[in-house]
């Protein structure tokens, strides 16, 4: 069971390309989530989704989009990068349909933009 | 919205040393979470603790919600106990999102 998997781990691109990002979950968790980490700035909430199309801003969602036609993928997409979104980037999933229960993370793609 | 402060910001133990952790929030949560970054980046679920006290091995965590705080303990650390810890809380006025602190940084030395 591979639960959540994020690709590519490690993603080197320039500044203004498109550039989509990963992930893919095995347990048909509702709740999907997209974070950034930055130095400085901790984890912060880009994008989230409850379920099938259905999704949400966080508290970065500038330059980002997401979907989620399937309940199992939830791409991120830098529609024109920039330099600023060089970070760490992480999927989550939660089951259930609230807050109360875990959430669980996948191994982050280390995206940077030149 | 809900401030979320972790102490120490970093912290320097021998091997075999005991340390306790805080993470203090501003405002009620109905869920808190612990989670350890090791040093490859990648972040593992320690403990789900709205409230009460949990233990896992030489890991326990305490949360006191009426008091809004939260403790992580690590008895007997081990080199492999290094890596960043961090606090998240959920409200339930917020949805389903989890704000987290700024993280301790743990270094433990042989």
């Known amino acids: 069971d591979a639960g959540i998997t994020q690709s590519p781990r490690y993603k080197i691109t320039e500044t203004g390309r498109q550039v989509t990002l990963m992930c893919h979950q095995t347990w048909s968790h509702s709740y999907m989530f997209w974070y950034r980490q930055d130095l400085g700035h901790g984890l912060r909430l880009i994008y989230y989704?409850?379920?099938?199309?259905?999704?949400d801003k966080g508290e970065v969602p500038d330059g980002y989009v997401v979907s989620r036609s399937k309940t199992e993928n939830f791409p991120l997409t830098l529609e024109s990068a920039t330099r600023s979104q060089t970070s760490v980037y992480f999927c989550?999933?939660?089951?259930?349909?609230?807050?109360?229960?875990?959430?669980?993370f996948g191994n982050g793609t280390r995206l940077t933009v030149t | 919205g809900i401030q979320v402060e972790q102490s120490p910001p970093d912290l320097i133990l021998q091997e075999g040393a005991n340390s306790t952790l805080r993470c203090n929030f501003s405002?009620?949560?109905?869920?808190l979470q612990w989670f350890h970054q090791n040093p490859w980046g990648q972040l593992i679920n320690l403990f789900y603790?709205?409230?009460g006290t949990k233990q896992n091995g030489r890991l326990s965590a305490t949360t006191v919600a009426t008091e809004r705080y939260s403790l992580l303990y690590i008895s007997s650390s081990q080199t492999t106990d290094s890596g960043v810890y961090f606090c998240?809380?959920?409200?339930?006025?917020?949805?389903?999102?989890?704000?987290f602190g700024e993280g301790t940084q743990l270094t433990v030395n042989p």
């Open positions: 989704s409850a379920a099938a199309d259905i999704t």
């Open positions: 998240a809380v959920v409200q339930e006025t917020s949805g389903s999102r989890l704000t």
């Open positions: 405002d009620s949560v109905n869920n």
């Open positions: 989550a999933t939660r089951g259930g349909s609230s807050y109360n229960s875990p959430l669980h």
């Open positions: 603790i709205p409230s």
